[in-house]
């Protein structure tokens, strides 16, 4: 039992030697970033980053500065704090905008946050700003090596907000407000023409039409109810075979049963 607490005091002994340590309790940056570099190089990027976060200000400037902002930065990727990896590429690209590594950190930063975007159903400001960083990138770099990631990344993203604007939409139905089911359903259709819901957005726009028509004053039914069957001709016109046929028959049976009544 004693040489094992033993061997436990060496132990701790040497890591408290260890020139990592040493690096982080010296006031000598040169030290501080030699040590940073080879933990960078051995992946212990945590380590990295701390020795890196104590020297960063007093490297501005400093010929050897690009090299350790970018390895900054890759660690933070690499340890998958993308917040912190995405403003530091971004610091990166605004400050070396010759440099080798420009097209890379460009990448990785736009990348870093797509990795922020949350569900479709949360507030989707941080994936608006991963796709526009992700489309500027496409804009400054058409012939990337990235660009197929690139191109994966934003249209992944730009399904998530296809998805969220979708279900907003159906809410609206769901919860019976059909004014705003109707209004969002056609921005909608407007903002994804080749989306994959359109059939589902059209038939659900045609259902919020109709009930809105049928729940309506009697000086306001004949024009909905004819907006309704406009709304179940372009159901139809976009597939004949829709697989809300039969539904949409029966509605569209008592809609111009109704609108006989104002014919007369």
């Not at 809105?212 to 159901?235: D, F, P």
């Given at each position: 039992m004693k040489r094992i607490f033993a061997l436990l005091l060496v132990v701790v002994a040497l890591?408290?030697?260890?020139?990592?340590?040493?690096?982080?309790?010296?006031?000598?940056?040169?030290?501080?970033?030699?040590?940073?570099t080879k933990m960078y190089e051995k992946g212990k990027y945590t380590k990295a980053i701390r020795l890196f976060e104590q020297i960063a200000p007093a490297y501005r400037g400093k010929p050897q500065a690009e090299k350790m902002f970018y390895m900054y930065s890759k660690s933070f990727y690499n340890t998958k704090q993308y917040y912190s990896a995405g403003?530091?590429?971004?610091?990166?690209?605004?400050s070396y905008p010759k440099s080798e590594k420009m097209e890379e950190a460009s990448f990785l930063g736009a990348k870093s946050y797509s990795y922020l975007s949350p569900r479709y159903s949360l507030d989707q400001v941080d994936?608006?700003?991963?796709i526009d960083k992700l489309?500027?990138?496409?804009?400054?770099?058409?012939?990337?090596?990235?660009?197929g990631e690139a191109n994966e990344l934003a249209k992944k993203l730009r399904e998530k907000l296809e998805k969220k604007a979708f279900?907003?939409?159906?809410?609206?139905?769901?919860?019976?407000?059909?004014?705003?089911?109707?209004?969002?359903f056609d921005n909608f259709i407007a903002d994804f023409p080749g989306t994959p819901y359109k059939e589902d957005a059209l038939?659900?726009?045609?259902?919020?039409?109709?009930?809105?028509?049928?729940?309506?004053?009697?000086?306001?039914m004949a024009e909905r109810l004819t907006l309704a069957k406009t709304a179940y001709n372009n159901l139809i016109k976009f597939k004949a075979d829709t697989k809300y046929k039969a539904e949409a028959d029966e509605m569209l049976a008592k809609i111009e049963t109704d609108l006989k009544q104002y014919s007369k």
């Amino acid at each position: 039992m004693k040489r094992i607490f033993a061997l436990l005091l060496v132990v701790v002994a040497l890591s408290a030697c260890s020139p990592y340590q040493r690096a982080l309790k010296s006031e000598d940056v040169g030290l501080k970033f030699d040590v940073a570099t080879k933990m960078y190089e051995k992946g212990k990027y945590t380590k990295a980053i701390r020795l890196f976060e104590q020297i960063a200000p007093a490297y501005r400037g400093k010929p050897q500065a690009e090299k350790m902002f970018y390895m900054y930065s890759k660690s933070f990727y690499n340890t998958k704090q993308y917040y912190s990896a995405g403003f530091q590429f971004e610091s990166f690209a605004s400050s070396y905008p010759k440099s080798e590594k420009m097209e890379e950190a460009s990448f990785l930063g736009a990348k870093s946050y797509s990795y922020l975007s949350p569900r479709y159903s949360l507030d989707q400001v941080d994936t608006y700003k991963a796709i526009d960083k992700l489309q500027s990138f496409i804009d400054n770099y058409p012939n990337s090596q990235y660009m197929g990631e690139a191109n994966e990344l934003a249209k992944k993203l730009r399904e998530k907000l296809e998805k969220k604007a979708f279900e907003i939409a159906k809410q609206y139905n769901t919860i019976m407000d059909y004014p705003s089911a109707l209004v969002a359903f056609d921005n909608f259709i407007a903002d994804f023409p080749g989306t994959p819901y359109k059939e589902d957005a059209l038939y659900l726009r045609f259902d919020s039409a109709y009930k809105l028509a049928i729940n309506s004053i009697q000086a306001r039914m004949a024009e909905r109810l004819t907006l309704a069957k406009t709304a179940y001709n372009n159901l139809i016109k976009f597939k004949a075979d829709t697989k809300y046929k039969a539904e949409a028959d029966e509605m569209l049976a008592k809609i111009e049963t109704d609108l006989k009544q104002y014919s007369k």
